[in-house]
């Protein structure tokens, strides 16, 4: 299937990240050109592996003239923004059953990063796509938001709150024709899901606990009807699609990736 996405311009938010890298190779791999935007020192040299044209930026999503600096600066390069992908995100870093095994204080940073970071991207982006009447936002949220995962609440219920924010987002660029949607992943191998391993594994006895591939396997058997993990490239497969024109009456939906982990009777 050609996507026709050939030279558009596509912004990649938390790009250093397993999916999100992912999502931008994808994109790359359209002939699109890629602009990588992360807080993590390796942003720039990242943005060079990609098979297309690319840039790499190092910016902060929770500082909103940091996020509007990047969004100039790849216009400055390019002239135009056609989609963006918000893939930055961080747990609280340690196991939240029951909630009151954390403290107030580890929640602003995971809202600051998986939410409030969200809002200043689209900030950002909806001046532009409401200029030019086009354009696609995509948000990764977690099948965590969709069924009040005790694992990290902090991060559940900002993930819950960017999918609520993606629906709102959905229907005030409509009148524009500028779609956006959400990617929900389920057991993906990657830093934050390695993250939910070790904080688990910190509060059980020496004897009890396990090495991550034990973990992970049981915990697949136990969550996913297909039994096995999702993969980073298929989040890129459905990023492109949703950027595309294939996916033009597609808007405000919540795609779940996540080898059946949720369905909606």
């Known amino acids: 299937m050609d996507l026709h996405l050939r030279n558009q311009v596509v912004m990649v938010f938390g790009g250093a990240g397993t999916i999100g890298h992912a999502i931008a190779n994808s994109f790359a ?38 996020v509007k600096e990047g969004f100039d600066q790849c216009l400055q390069s390019w002239d135009r923004i056609d989609h963006v992908v918000y893939t930055a ?20 940073r995971v809202w600051d990063i998986n939410m409030m970071g969200a809002v200043n991207v689209a900030h950002a982006f909806a001046r532009h ?6 354009g696609t936002i995509t948000f990764l949220t977690s099948v965590a938001g969709q069924m009040g995962s005790q694992t990290d609440p902090p991060y559940s219920a900002a993930k819950a709150a960017l ?12 009148p524009y024709q500028v779609r956006a949607n959400a990617l929900s992943p389920g057991m ?3 830093e934050l899901n390695r993250s ?13 606990r396990q090495s991550y591939e034990d973990w992970a396997e049981a915990k697949i058997k136990q969550v996913s009807p297909l039994g096995k993990w999702q993969d980073p490239a298929s989040f890129g497969s459905m990023a492109t699609f949703l950027a595309s024109d294939h996916a033009r009456h597609i808007t405000g939906q919540v795609l779940n990736i996540d080898g059946g982990q949720v369905m909606h009777a």
Do not use: Y
């Open 163 to 174: 999918i609520n924010f993606m629906q709102c987002v959905a229907k005030d660029l409509a």
């Open 188 to 190: 993906v191998q990657s």
């Open 29 to 66: 791999e359209e002939g699109c050109r890629v602009c990588l935007l992360d807080n993590h020192p390796s942003t720039v040299a990242m943005a060079d592996t990609l098979p297309s044209t690319a840039m790499g930026i190092r910016s902060d999503v929770t500082d909103d003239t940091a």
């Open 89 to 108: 995100g961080v747990g609280s870093g340690k196991f939240g059953f029951p909630f009151w095994n954390l403290e107030p204080s580890d929640w602003p």
């Open 196 to 208: 939910v391993w070790q904080a688990g594994q910190e509060l059980l006895p020496e004897e009890d």
């Open 129 to 134: 796509a409401i200029k030019n009447r086009s």
